[in-house]
């Protein structure tokens, strides 16, 4: 199994740009397709971006396209998200999770959280 834990979130003024970092633990992480969702307050969780294994083949929800840039260090076990031009309407939890599907957007196949960290976007 593998554990997760997320780190980087901060307050970070409207146009700045941020990195998240996920750390993972355990024995399995390289068969596993890492992703980043997000959660607003008083909104649903969102699917983010995802990248696979062995191809590390980066995949994102359309509204962060170009914006956002997933990564994976799979040699340090590390899952990173470079947030660009970051909007107030980015402002959530964004948390890290695993799954065995290839190229999944669905939380439900995500079987493995973090606990998530906060980023603030706000003047």
């Known amino acids: 199994q593998v554990q997760l834990e997320e780190s980087g979130g901060r307050l970070v003024q409207p146009r700045g740009s941020l990195q998240l970092s996920c750390s993972a633990s355990g024995d399995t992480f390289s068969s596993f397709t890492m992703g980043w969702f997000r959660q607003a307050p008083g909104k649903e969780r969102e699917f983010v971006a995802g990248?696979?294994?062995?191809?590390?083949?980066?995949y994102y929800a359309d509204t962060f396209k170009g914006r956002f840039t997933i990564s994976r260090d799979n040699a340090k076990n590390m899952l990173y998200l470079q947030m660009n031009a970051l909007k107030p309407e980015d402002t959530a939890v964004y948390y890290c999770a695993a799954t065995l599907h290839t190229q999944s957007d669905d939380w439900e196949d995500f079987g493995t959280w973090g606990q998530g960290t906060q980023v603030t976007v706000s003047s």
């Open positions: 990248i696979t294994w062995s191809t590390e083949t980066p």
